[in-house]
């Protein structure tokens, strides 16, 4: 029966999952209409392929048995992300930025090629588990924390204007469908950064519930504060997390733009 529950949870994970991964194709179908990355960030992207990546590896037989499912949702997150660093690539809005790109895309596979290599050629059993889990856990425990932004603009401005329901409620689907999964297999690797993804999507709920009656700018803002608000603006354009999606260790890598889980 547990294994049954703990099947269900992943496949719930796996589905809510994927839909915060291509929740950002609203703003690359934008890029590519504009021809033009304008003012959106491709940090997110890179971040969330590297915790896609470093998730599904964890998640293969030979570093984590039994947990073929955040491989087979992280391994779809890393092919969408890739697609989306390679069209923010192509679309760059000047070679600095292109530059800029490529450098980060260049840490990303350094992190994980030496992940890879240390976990393959050094270490063995539970060591080569630990060591992965660990790399994995770091950045989506990362990635879980980029909302914390938006969620102080709702607070300062009293409004959810930057803060889509559906994608807060998925963020929190998201997080707790993954943190049960870690619990029914007794995996901290998993319910370690999903239970601060399950907390802090219930806090975005809590947040959208006391300020859902105002969806703009509740008061005049200062020098400071307005230029806050226009680059929130800007980021909610993508309509997208990220926060990731938030999203998880399994589906922890939930993308997004500058939005909700991956807001730059």
């Known amino acids: 029966m547990e294994h049954i529950a703990r099947f269900f949870f992943g496949v719930s994970g796996n589905v809510i999952a994927l839909f915060l991964f291509l929740s950002p194709v609203v703003t690359f179908w934008r890029i590519i209409r504009k021809r033009s990355t304008e003012d959106f960030s491709g940090v997110p992207y890179n971040m969330t392929l590297l915790n896609c990546l470093l998730s599904a590896w964890y998640g293969l037989p030979f570093v984590s048995p039994n947990n073929i499912l955040v491989t087979t949702i992280n391994g779809t997150g890393s092919v969408i992300e890739v697609i989306y660093v390679v069209i923010f690539l192509i679309f760059a809005a000047d070679r600095r930025i292109r530059l800029r790109m490529l450098g980060l895309l260049g840490v990303v596979t350094s992190i994980f090629t030496t992940v890879v290599l240390v976990s393959l050629l050094a270490l063995h059993g539970n060591g080569r588990k630990v060591f992965c889990g660990l790399a994995a856990t770091i950045f989506s425990i990362c990635m879980y924390a980029s909302p914390l932004s938006i969620m102080r603009l709702v607070i300062k401005t009293k409004s959810v204007e930057f803060m889509p329901f559906l994608l807060s409620l998925a963020v929190f689907l998201c997080g707790t469908s993954w943190f049960i999964y870690g619990l029914l297999g ?41 230029a806050e608000l226009e680059d929130a603006k800007k980021a909610a354009a993508a309509v997208e997390l990220a926060d990731a999606t938030a999203t998880k260790l399994g589906a922890d890598t939930a993308a997004v733009d500058g939005k909700v889980v991956s807001q730059v």
């Open 186 to 226: 007794r995996d901290p690797f998993i319910i370690i950064p999903n239970g601060c993804g399950s907390v802090l999507g219930l806090m975005q709920l809590i947040l959208y519930a006391i300020y859902r009656k105002n969806k703009g700018p509740a008061a005049p803002a200062g020098k400071g504060e307005a």
